[in-house]
């Protein structure tokens, strides 16, 4: 991915998220929501039985997508239209679409599922959206072209991978400005915090690479390899394992988190990108845009047990599935 005009062009980004019981608590089987830019809609996957089982209709190249930790809420970015989509997680349905800048991309919720933050690529800022009134709280200068965006478990910082500028902002989301920003490698994009919230990494995908941040300092611990243009993160089994999307070689790498190591790659679908973690944090889904489909890796194994057919040109940009507790 060259930049965000043929991000827009053919962009479809996954949404996934997990359905609440009574309550809006996350099952231990979610759904997830996988986005079809091809089509303009989400696929809905029941994890239980790893099939496809409902399509709705969002705004236009649906891109990012976030999940709220209780599956509550779903957010979705389309980029195409300069919206978001807000998804009743309760009814699987569409009750709210929102105008979001220029060229809203990454997409993330606190804890709570009371504010979204959103990166807008062209507009070089983080939305801050309050979920019960949906009236932007603030915009937050960033970097430029700016893409992921993970929010830490205690909903008090949020980062987000400034992609032209080849770095990575910190914001308080108290103070709703940004604290520090850090380089890494060349073109970050996706972005994945681990458990404890002291390890960012991101994927960079002109330098073919993973940098490893200390949050604390915001300094470089650790580069990388990985396959061709990596593009998303998922960590599995405690945290132990980092998995990572290779759009051009078709592959998941699979790094031990512990000691930086690469462990093996593994084929999935053509041009994998979207990447989430289920509540078990063993089974992996990844969403595979040129073949149509999800591919679910067995974290334990490291193989794929699973392949789902979902819609035109699936994507994934984000956290699809709800974490629970995980």
Known sequence: MNGFPRFVLKVSALAVIVLGTFGHIARA?????????GEDSVSII????????KTIK?????????????????????????DISIIDGLSQAVVNRLPMGEGPVGIALDPAGRRAYIADWYGHYVSVLGLEDFKVIKQIPVGQSP?????????????????????????DAGKLEVIATAKVGKHPFGLVLNTQG????????????VSVLDTGTMTLLQTIPVGER???LALARGAKRLLVTNQYDSTVSIIDAENFKLITNIDVGEY?????????????????????????IDAESMQVVKTIQTGEGSRAFGQFIAAGDH
């Open 230 to 232: 990596p593009y998303a």
């Open 147 to 171: 893409a992921g965006v993970i929010v830490s478990r205690d909903g008090a910082l949020v980062y987000v991978a400034n992609r032209d500028d080849s770095s990575v902002s910190k914001i």
């Open 29 to 37: 089987n979610p759904f997830a929501y996988i986005t079809n830019q």
């Open 46 to 53: 029941d994890t239980a039985s790893a099939n496809l089982v």
């Open 198 to 209: 002291d390890r960012l990494y991101s994927a960079n995908v002109e330098s073919n690479d």
């Open 272 to 296: 994998p990108e979207g990447i989430s973690t289920h509540p078990d944090d063993r089974h992996v889904y990844v969403a595979n845009w040129f073949t149509n489909n999800v591919s679910v």
């Open 58 to 82: 969002v705004g236009h190249q649906p891109a990012g997508v976030a999940v709220s930790k209780n599956g509550s809420k779903i957010c979705v970015s389309n980029p195409g239209s300069k």
